[in-house]
């Protein structure tokens, strides 16, 4: 099993920055890449960046250019830089971590959630 634990979240003004951290442990070979949902107040969670294991990342277009999704192999811990936050950034941000077989992807895990908001 794969457990994650994810921390960073915070109150921001418009504008600022926070860094959100998610730290891996277990059977992290089950991992093929790991990611970041959120969900704001009353929406469905949405995948904001995902990033796997060579490096290749990808980013919902509402963050791209703001949010840098990175990894430490070693810490076995992903990050998510967010620069220039807006209100509507404002949600419940969750770690994911996916496994991918060859034909489809698999969740193997998720974080307990941590809350970003971000006033105006």
């Known amino acids: 099993q794969v457990q994650l634990v994810d921390s960073g979240g915070g109150l921001v003004q418009a504008g600022g920055s926070l860094r959100l951290s998610c730290a891996a442990s277990?059977?992290?070979?089950?991992?093929?890449?790991m990611g970041w949902y959120r969900q704001p107040p009353g929406k469905q969670r949405e995948l904001v960046a995902a990033i796997t294991g060579n490096g290749r990342t990808n980013y919902t277009d509402s963050v791209r250019g703001r949010f840098t999704i990175s990894g430490d192999h070693a810490k076995n811990t992903v990050y998510l830089q967010m620069n220039n936050l807006k209100p509507e950034d404002t949600a419940v941000y969750y770690c994911?971590?996916?496994?991918?077989?060859?034909?489809?992807?698999?969740?193997?895990?998720w974080g307990q959630g941590t809350q970003v908001t971000v006033s105006s």
């Open positions: 277990g059977s992290i070979s089950e991992i093929t890449a």
């Open positions: 994911h971590a996916a496994r991918f077989d060859g034909r489809r992807w698999y969740d193997v895990a």
